[in-house]
């Protein structure tokens, strides 16, 4: 193919990241500013800061009354009171006030007892000091308040002050300049049309670099025209700190920006061993970084972390801190490839005493498991994999204390998990749903190694014609409860006006189709239909074509991607496609008996029976929801 | 006394707290605004966000290569390579470019081999939908992005923006304004006379309401005048979410908080109990939160975290997580009362295996115990207090991995110790050295008990002349090294041009003295001078009063508290005072040989034979450190 260039190069992260820091080393350097005390929350000091006052200045009462003089005080007992005379045994003090030669104590206003306006009668004597804060108590005058490179506290400004400081010089904040590249790329407040992307990648650097300590500006989208972006670059190099450019960072017909650092200055590493983003550009131009992402929104963020955050730690002076490791039971195999370091979203939850990380979908184009995931499981370059149940060290990005409070459901998904989760972040805050789609049947294996609480189930046991509760009876022996869930419509998605003018199952051998996963409800239901129908799977153009989701069958039928699906009312709804009911099943969740009683299994028990739950499910459409929340035990031997 | 009233309850910590609550239930609501999305790093969505596009919007290739329609790839192999012909059989795509009917495969560009112009050849079939992204694979429109009550981060403005939000409602963020009040109290600006107090509190709670996220707006401060008070506070509410006052919260005779209070709205909680910060005000006035936070800073701050905090979550929607908390074997023993929960400032370090707690300074106005602190360790109202060795909850705020990467180090102070800290956290980043100053011999107990890496000490044996390792011999049976530190001279602290015309310790009577605290090393060495002069601790007055560092006994001269202490010449020098020097002596650091290979440690030892530290110890004077850093093994059988 024309005008390519193929190469990119695999070089190891930590060897790509000490080659380009290698590389910074004598160019980047923190720069520092005075600014007030005032303004300097979560700033760096540049260097030890020593108190110019002491605090308190004076010694100081501790307390409301009088300051004496503690010889004038010898001899006072209750058989032996002592009268003392204001302005010459005393002076009224409030805690604050200083007390200065010859007093040299106080006496707490509830010990004196006020004879009239000038006498007052002790009848304790006072020790020397009692009651007095001496001079530099909390703070002595030369004493350093704080060490260099100390990020700065509320109650760091309080001393400060105190010690009489006004200004302080700080680390200066690094200035990024943001240039988001690509023709192909429109401003999100345009309604893009086929071919085109809305931009995000920039925004959320922006949001990144502001979050690590950084200032950032992100500039509008330049086209993919190499003169442009150059001197956009060129330009930008005179006055920031550093540059990011995103994307065109690999090595396509249309890849400009590794020749465009050649060209302005040098390029240190152009791919690297990590997946996602292996398309990393490491360079230098003009004294500065210049460092070019990927255009995929996962592995730009990856890159992110592995490779600018570290730059900006240079010129922040941040330390940001170790990661928040915790170990964690793995609940599905992950294979990978000697070729890379790769990073693998996770859930994580803890179940009894477990904490289980689930992988969730590996795409570098999929962002919203970025948002879903509450961590990375990192596998080494020379790892090939790693089994389910072993144990692996995930890199955390939600807290323990947040994941201990969360119920962990997997298994099949329905737009009811969504509004749930709203839900109970809303009415219960601190509590949270977590759920992972894999279908019902994927959801009771989980449920049998110890790695769920509740699991979402919609199956038909063909023998009885009874949803759930069968299947349920045979794979658990340890007592299980059913929470009632929706009834729900299935039936099959459809183009918006039903151009093929399809009726049921049966008409399905003249269009394309698209199914769920294996082991998903709605494809246990739609292989009965089939059956019932005397139709064979290999009728069906798509059978084998999978998705994991309603809502990604319907998208794929609304991008005229396929024809038809099986799938809930609800999705069609939401797509504004048409829809032919096939039949209502049972949607519910699986229990073990024995986490019927968290708070966290009863929040979610108590949002499936509110109003405003089935508000939102009615508004959805195709739901019936009397039952929703109601609890069957099992086996009768369990019922309490 | 008159105009006082000392009537403060003592309701329980969770008793107030839920009455306050209870007042602000119906009272308090979260306000919503909408903004942009690039803005909202940080903010709280009001309710849950829905796609309004899908991402990717179209099929999309995954790859740079060419579109094929899979049907006329059937049959390519090395074999029988297929020739296909440009926008015929084939179109050139780049990643991301969509793939519309009848294209529904991609063929990588490294499979392609280009012929001219118009046409390629493969040698492998394509595969129906390889390499593409399906639309909606990431984001299918009508989806949920986020839920309610979801502080965003920047993968979440990624998403939003991917799926077609440029706005989003978020919670508002409440405005606090903070009133310090108090006729002794001076901006930072003016240079503090005595009897007045540079005012801090306020810029502290700014910090604070800043970072739990609402907007702070700090006013200059108004003198104790009731009417003035009264004006501004009822102006504020008219415009703010809530009120903070300080101080005035307590009972004295120009607090006028309460009453304010009472007049403009209603007093709930008067007086907590809880230590420090009993003093507290909880009201509603004009149906806004108002808060009296008493004068200390520690007070204050404990205060603002027990019963602002809370306030602030209504308003946020923040839930600010449990805090971070950690078990730790206590150091020393600590007595509380019944009558308060009391909150114990310590510092946390990992010693071996062990988390070891160490509490410092309890008094309500040492904010400097705020700032060197790890964490509290709290003590429950119905406690009496915790014995040392026992393990107690501390509530940290630094993380456990910058403890770990922590040498602790117990025993007398330096000026040096300051030094070395701020030089490791400049050079060392990510390592610290945290020092505990109970003198040498209390030092050398903490590392007996496991509770210290590093023991600074000079500790004089009379028997042979010698410093330090006679005592460690003594004290220690398992290997043990001395690291060297400095010699540093000794002396009288008297006040500027020594206007007693004291010539040494024998002049000590005529005037008053302030000692070091028992098991100090300068304690050690004044009690044998003053054996060696034959005299007696009774003949000098203040021999009992007790300062627990070189600087606080110096800021009691200074301060003219007192005629003279024993201290080393830094002190001297930085208050302005004079010196009469008494003898020389030996600081080192004492250290069990299995800790000498630590990093930390090796950090430190580097530090202490750095010219940057010898620089600053000659810039400080009376120090000779050309051994500093210096090993000897204590038993030469332990020798390397």
């Given at each position: 193919?024309?005008?390519?260039?193929?190469?990119?190069?695999?070089?190891?992260v930590?060897?790509?990241?000490d080659?380009?820091?290698k590389?910074?080393?004598?160019?980047?350097?923190?720069?520092?500013?005075e600014?007030?005390?005032?303004?300097?929350?979560?700033?760096?000091?540049?260097?030890?800061?020593?108190?110019?006052?002491?605090s308190?200045?004076f010694?100081?009462a501790a307390?409301?009354?009088i300051?004496?003089?503690?010889e004038?005080?010898?001899?006072?007992?209750?058989?032996?009171?002592?009268?003392?005379?204001?302005?010459?045994?005393?002076?009224?003090?409030?805690?604050?006030?200083?007390?200065?030669?010859?007093?040299?104590?106080?006496?707490?206003?509830?010990?004196?007892?006020?004879?009239?306006?000038?006498?007052?009668?002790?009848?304790?004597?006072?020790?020397?000091?009692?009651?007095?804060?001496?001079?530099?108590?909390?703070?002595?005058s030369g004493?350093?308040?704080?060490?260099?490179?100390h990020?700065?506290?509320?109650?760091?400004?309080?001393?400060?002050?105190?010690?009489?400081?006004?200004?302080i010089?700080?680390?200066?904040?690094?200035?990024?300049?943001?240039?988001?590249?690509?023709t192909?790329?429109?401003?999100?407040?345009?309604?893009p049309?086929?071919g085109?992307?809305i931009?995000?990648?920039?925004?959320m650097?922006?949001?990144?670099?502001?979050?690590?300590?950084?200032?950032?500006?992100?500039?509008?989208?330049?086209?993919?025209?190499?003169?442009?972006i150059?001197?956009?670059?060129?330009?930008?190099?005179?006055?920031?700190?550093?540059?990011?450019?995103?994307?065109?960072?690999?090595?396509?017909?249309?890849?400009?920006?590794?020749?465009?650092?050649?060209?302005?200055?040098?390029?240190?590493v152009?791919?690297?061993?990590?997946?996602?983003g292996?398309?990393?550009?490491?360079?230098?131009?003009?004294?500065?970084?210049?460092?070019?992402?990927?255009?995929y929104?996962?592995?730009?963020?990856?890159?992110?972390?592995?490779?600018?955050?570290?730059?900006?730690?240079l010129?922040?002076g941040?330390?940001?801190?170790?990661?928040?490791?915790?170990?964690?039971?793995?609940?599905?195999?992950?294979i990978?490839?000697?070729?890379?370091?790769?990073?693998?979203?996770?859930?994580v939850?803890?179940?009894?005493?477990?904490?289980?990380?689930?992988?969730?979908a590996?795409?570098?184009?999929?962002?919203?498991s970025?948002?879903r995931?509450?961590?990375?499981?990192?596998?080494?370059?020379?790892?090939?994999?790693?089994?389910a149940?072993?144990?692996?060290?995930v890199?955390?990005?939600r807290?323990?204390?947040?994941?201990?409070?969360t119920?962990?459901?997997?298994?099949?998904?329905?737009l009811?998990?969504d509004?749930?989760?709203?839900?109970?972040?809303?009415?219960?805050?601190g509590?949270?749903?977590?759920?992972?789609?894999?279908?019902?049947?994927?959801g009771?294996?989980?449920?049998?190694?110890?790695?769920?609480?509740?699991?979402?189930?919609?199956?038909l046991?063909?023998?009885?014609?009874?949803?759930n509760?069968?299947?349920?009876?045979?794979?658990?022996?340890e007592?299980?409860?059913?929470?009632?869930?929706?009834?729900?419509?299935?039936?099959?998605?459809?183009?918006?006006?039903n151009?093929?003018?399809?009726k049921?199952?049966?008409?399905?051998?003249q269009?394309r189709?698209?199914?769920?996963?294996?082991?998903?409800?709605?494809?246990?239901l739609?292989?009965?239909?089939?059956?019932?129908?005397?139709m064979?799977?290999s009728?069906?153009?798509?059978?084998?074509?999978?998705?994991?989701?309603?809502m990604?069958?319907?998208?794929?039928?609304?991008?005229?991607?396929?024809?038809?699906?099986?799938?809930?009312?609800?999705?069609?709804?939401?797509?504004?496609?048409?829809f032919?009911?096939?039949?209502?099943?049972?949607?519910d969740?699986?229990?073990?008996?024995?986490?019927?009683e968290?708070?966290?299994?009863?929040?979610?028990?108590?949002?499936?029976?509110?109003?405003?739950?089935?508000?939102?499910?009615a508004d959805?459409?195709?739901y019936?929801?009397?039952?929703?929340?109601?609890?069957?035990?099992?086996?009768?031997?369990?019922q309490a």
């Amino acid at each position: 193919m024309a005008n390519r260039n193929l190469y990119l190069n695999n070089t190891p992260v930590k060897e790509a990241l000490d080659i380009y820091k290698k590389a910074l080393k004598d160019l980047v350097k923190m720069q520092y500013e005075e600014i007030p005390v005032e303004k300097s929350l979560g700033r760096i000091t540049k260097e030890a800061v020593y108190a110019r006052c002491s605090s308190p200045l004076f010694n100081a009462a501790a307390m409301d009354g009088i300051a004496v003089i503690t010889e004038k005080t010898k001899g006072a007992s209750e058989r032996t009171p002592l009268i003392l005379e204001k302005n010459q045994d005393f002076i009224v003090v409030d805690t604050g006030d200083p007390v200065n030669y010859p007093y040299d104590a106080v006496i707490m206003a509830e010990d004196v007892i006020e004879i009239d306006e000038r006498t007052v009668k002790i009848l304790e004597a006072a020790t020397a000091w009692q009651h007095v804060r001496p001079i530099g108590e909390d703070i002595v005058s030369g004493e350093m308040l704080l060490p260099s490179m100390h990020k700065i506290r509320p109650i760091d400004i309080g001393v400060l002050f105190s010690g009489g400081i006004i200004n302080i010089m700080v680390v200066k904040q690094p200035k990024a300049a943001i240039f988001p590249t690509g023709t192909e790329i429109i401003e999100p407040t345009k309604t893009p049309e086929a071919g085109e992307i809305i931009e995000s990648n920039s925004r959320m650097f922006e949001a990144m670099v502001t979050s690590y300590g950084g200032l950032a500006d992100r500039f509008p989208p330049t086209p993919d025209d190499y003169n442009k972006i150059k001197t956009a670059v060129s330009e930008a190099l005179d006055s920031y700190d550093m540059v990011i450019i995103n994307a065109g960072s690999s090595a396509g017909t249309e890849d400009f920006t590794v020749h465009i650092l050649r060209e302005l200055g040098e390029v240190l590493v152009h791919g690297v061993a990590i997946k996602p983003g292996k398309p990393v550009i490491l360079a230098v131009a003009k004294g500065k970084p210049v460092i070019g992402l990927p255009g995929y929104p996962v592995s730009a963020y990856i890159d992110f972390e592995n490779f600018v955050k570290p730059v900006l730690a240079l010129l922040t002076g941040e330390t940001y801190g170790d990661s928040n490791v915790a170990e964690a039971v793995l609940s599905k195999r992950m294979i990978s490839s000697l070729k890379h370091k790769e990073y693998v979203r996770v859930k994580v939850g803890q179940v009894g005493d477990k904490l289980v990380a689930s992988p969730l979908a590996r795409g570098a184009g999929a962002a919203m498991s970025l948002v879903r995931a509450d961590g990375f499981c990192v596998i080494d370059q020379n790892c090939e994999g790693i089994e389910a149940g072993e144990t692996v060290r995930v890199e955390l990005y939600r807290s323990l204390q947040e994941i201990r409070h969360t119920v962990v459901c997997i298994g099949s998904h329905d737009l009811l998990l969504d509004l749930a989760a709203d839900l109970m972040a809303f009415h219960y805050p601190g509590v949270y749903l977590s759920s992972t789609h894999i279908g019902s049947m994927g959801g009771l294996m989980a449920l049998k190694r110890g790695e769920a609480h509740i699991v979402p189930v919609h199956l038909l046991d063909e023998a009885s014609g009874k949803y759930n509760i069968p299947y349920i009876k045979r794979m658990f022996e340890e007592p299980m409860a059913l929470i009632k869930g929706v009834k729900r419509i299935q039936g099959l998605i459809v183009q918006k006006g039903n151009p093929l003018n399809l009726k049921g199952i049966a008409d399905l051998k003249q269009c394309r189709f698209v199914n769920r996963q294996r082991g998903a409800g709605t494809r246990v239901l739609f292989d009965y239909k089939l059956k019932q129908a005397g139709m064979d799977p290999s009728e069906i153009t798509g059978y084998d074509r999978e998705a994991a989701t309603h809502m990604a069958v319907a998208a794929l039928v609304a991008g005229n991607s396929a024809d038809a699906a099986m799938g809930i009312f609800a999705a069609a709804k939401a797509m504004q496609l048409d829809f032919i009911e096939v039949g209502q099943e049972e949607y519910d969740f699986a229990v073990p008996v024995k986490y019927l009683e968290l708070p966290e299994i009863q929040a979610f028990i108590e949002v499936l029976k509110s109003s405003e739950l089935h508000t939102r499910l009615a508004d959805a459409g195709g739901y019936q929801f009397e039952e929703a929340g109601d609890i069957y035990f099992i086996d009768e031997k369990f019922q309490a």
